[in-house]
């Protein structure tokens, strides 16, 4: 008999565990599947709760529904993976050897790499919504807050599910409007790069949006510290920035045993090196990785992680069987883009190619414009938890094709590519 | 795809002046585009540039907490030798692309 073991039973691990289940021999191979808690949280309703849309336990349930029978599940920390040795060592004392071992550790955000910001003021005037406790205690202060200045403050340019502090800031501006006190709140869309959009075809589409919402982006803002005393950001070159109420998007790293475990990237957060087209660890080449915990230069966020489970599938199979590995993953990432008001916009692409206007052909619902704001879009994301709950995460595959495809998008005379 | 013509050799530009194709860079090309942005090179400038260049034949993503991690400067000296937008304005000198979020 031999051992699959899965590390991490979030959207990736969850996905895998069951694809794996249904192919592999049960005579031949055991999955075990480890994580060190039960609950499983839909990340990408976090978003919803501090404006009321979505209550907090829309988005729990337990890890354990998602995992199919025959999968051992073992609750427990992995303190090492010894590659060296083919296990992984838990803290709580035992030993899991492996034959092939897949890590979906994800990310998590880690407010104490920035000076300042888990002090004083924490959790009073500056929260974060990537977390359930975390969005959860946000939406008891916007319910309160009389208004002042409205910071949103992305600390880093790799983070989880790049496009949802600007979807917070287009929720933000729709939740104050319809609080009738839109006049009393400015807000402030702080970010490292040049912009809110940095590529050329989506800054031309939904660039307008800022202005429209009336939302002050500044721009080129390395943060190095917060001052409590005075609430102010200050960034590397000393600039500065007042908030009243700070949403900030901490430094995302990767699971503390991949830096026990030595397998990080010169970055120091914990990513871990891994071939962006096979999913193969780059040091154990019986190791594969995927989703939030990989280095490769993809989205970190579910529809990444699920058009990776699709090729990771292939490639396990060819492993195991002594063959080549040859399917490859293009950096594919599609995502809904809530811009309030019941609208959203859709954006689809990858490695090469930046998001494009036009259609995109989605089977049953019919096409959804890309890089337009629209209804349908809204009901899309909306329709989106019934998806990842019932098709994401048990493996099934989505009906959209596993590359992107270039089918409806609007090219301008060439396809512009960025590496 | 538009282009410029530096040295009699006509070199691929994007819309923001970044170089396309990053072997077309050259030291002296560096020293026009950072003239450009009132910066005057140094060996350590070049230091930079030339670990910038290599992260990116690698397919690394970078940032400037990287750049920070580099060995070779730390943040605030990374912001001294590029001001303004450290990152954006080195990768424009050393020839590789803009640092993008997905949109």
Redesign the interface.
Known sequence: MKNLVILGAGTAGTMMANKLNKVLNNKLWSITIIDKDEIHYYQPGFLFIPFGIYQPEDVVRTKLEFLPRGVNFIVDEVSRIEGEKNHVTLKGGRTIPYDLLIVATGANVVPEETPGLKEELWQKDIFDFYTYEGSTLLAKKLDNWKGGKLVINLT???IKC??AP?EFAFLADAYFTEKGMRDKVEIFYVT???GA????K?SKM?GALLEEKRITVI??F?L?EVDNGRKMLIS??QKEVPFDLLVTIPVNKGADMVEESNLG?????NFIPTD?HTLQSKKFENMFVIGDAT?V?A?KAGSVAHFEGEILLENILSYINHLPMEAKFDGH?NCF?ETGFGKAAL?D?NYNTE?LAGKFPWPVVGPMGLLKVTRVNHFGKLAFRWVYWHILLTGKTLPVSTHMSMAGKEVEK?VVT?? | METLVFNDTKIDVNEEGYLKNPAQWTPELAHEFAHEANITLTDKHFEVLNWLRAKHAEGVPLSIRKVGNSGIVDIKQFYALFPGGPLKISSKIAGIPKPVSCI
């Open positions: 880093e340019t790799l790049p496009v600007l490292p790069l040049s959009f940095t590529k050329p989506a939904l721009p080129d390395y190095q590397y070159d990237d010169e970055d120091g957060l962006k280095n230069p989205s990432a883009i954006i692409f998001p060439e960025l590496n």
